[in-house]
């Protein structure tokens, strides 16, 4: 890599370290420390989500796995019942 990350690469103003263009022309500049404990923050809470979005979705998952595989194993012995009638 370069060294420059994909954000400079699309940065068309002219002045990369003081900030940059986003959407029809607003400049973004960052404005030192306080931003900084803002964006550690809202990351902090952030991950704390995704890591409860992710516990939800692996438990989500795991029941329809399990409901899944009951259901075909019913539909399997009814199917198994009617053609095996002696």
Do not use: C, P
Request: charged share 25%.
């Amino acid at each position: 890599m370069n060294g420059t990350s994909w954000a400079d690469q699309w940065d068309n103003s002219g002045d990369s370290a003081k900030g940059g263009r986003i959407g029809s022309g607003a400049v973004v500049r960052s404005s030192g420390s306080g931003a900084t404990s803002n964006t550690t923050k809202y990351k902090e809470k952030m991950g704390q989500g995704l890591d409860k979005t992710k516990a939800v979705a692996s438990s989500g998952f795991k029941k329809l796995k399990t409901g899944s595989a009951i259901g075909f194993r019913w539909v399997k012995d009814k199917y198994h019942k009617t053609t095996h009638k002696q």
